[in-house]
Structure formats: structure tokens, C-alpha cells
């Protein structure tokens, strides 16, 4: 099984995040016995404005922070062209879109041609996967014709980087 940089990248970035939230809260520190057997001992209320600010501004050791999906992407940057969607296109479209043919007027050498669009309009919206041509014929698996169909990943990749606006990245 093999791994794309991204989705290695964002399992390894949760991954982290979940250890680090564990590690994060430091062991209560033993204080004097209770006197009543089951009681629990609570901590002292702050008595100095230096413990009463530090006990504001401090957060509560139970709350765990996991960042959600999108949170991810923002903090790897989102869906690379170079990285993640040209090497797509080099293994499974340049052949018929790319070099000594350019079928339905489409190029996909570079960012710039594929996003000149081909022989029936633009084939990228940034913004939107659902009104993009090349996304919807790569989903309903019309696209590639004489390479293997993408991978689920792959083809998320491509929808998430046209919903994150396309960017040349």
C-alpha cells in the first residue's frame, strides 16, 4: 500500500497533534491526605493576582484540541500542483493531452495550458470541482481512457485543489 505525500503528511501532523494533546497536561501533584476517607482533594483557589491571572490565562488540562481536516490542509498549505496534481496528470493523461498529441484541444504539460482549457471551454473553475469539466470526467470515470482510472486519493486531490482555487503552488 502506498502513500501519497499529503495524505502521509496530514496522518503524520494528527498523529502528532494527538500525542502532543496527551502529553501535554502535566500529573496533579500529590498534596496532603484528606481527612474524610473519598473525599477529593481540590486545588486552592489562586490567592496572589499573579495566580489569579495565570489561572485565567492558563487552559483547562481535560480539553484536547484536534484539529479538524481543513485545519490540516491550511497548516501543510493546502493541495500543491507541482507536488500533488502535476505528477497525477504526467502519469495519466499526458499521453493523450501532452506532447505529439493534444486530443479535444487539451494541453496538461503545464499550469498554464491546462488552464487555457481545451476545444470545449475552460476544463478547470477554481473553486468548483462540481462545474469542472475535467473533475466530473475523472469522477464519473470517463477520463482516463487509456490509463487506469485514478485512485480514490487521486481523485480527491484533484477535487480538493480545484475547490481550494486551483492555485499554480
Not at 505525500?5 to 500529590?30: D, H, N, Q, V, Y
Not at 501543510?76 to 502535476?86: E, R
Not at 505528477?87 to 488552464?115: F, N, Q
Amino acid at each position: 500500500m502506498t502513500f501519497s505525500p499529503r495524505i502521509f503528511t496530514l496522518t503524520f501532523l494528527l498523529g502528532l497533534t494527538l500525542i502532543l494533546s496527551a502529553c501535554g497536561s502535566a500529573p496533579a501533584e500529590p498534596g496532603p491526605p484528606s481527612e474524610e476517607p473519598g473525599a477529593t482533594s481540590e486545588p486552592a483557589p489562586p490567592t496572589t493576582a499573579a495566580e489569579k491571572d495565570a489561572a485565567v490565562e492558563a487552559p483547562d488540562a481535560t480539553e484536547t484540541s484536534v484539529p479538524a481536516p481543513d485545519e490540516l490542509v491550511a497548516a501543510t498549505g493546502g493541495v500543491s500542483f507541482q507536488n500533488d496534481i502535476a505528477p497525477i496528470l504526467d502519469r495519466s493523461c499526458i499521453r493523450c493531452h501532452g506532447g505529439t498529441r493534444v486530443e479535444e484541444g487539451l494541453d496538461v504539460r503545464s499550469y498554464a495550458t491546462m488552464m487555457s482549457g481545451s476545444d470545449n471551454g475552460p476544463v478547470i473553475i477554481p473553486g468548483d470541482s462540481n462545474g469542472s469539466l475535467l473533475v466530473t470526467q475523472v469522477v464519473d470515470g470517463e477520463m482516463p481512457r487509456r490509463a487506469p482510472k485514478l485512485a480514490a486519493e487521486q481523485i480527491q486531490l484533484l477535487i480538493d485543489w480545484v475547490n481550494q482555487g486551483a492555485l499554480d503552488n
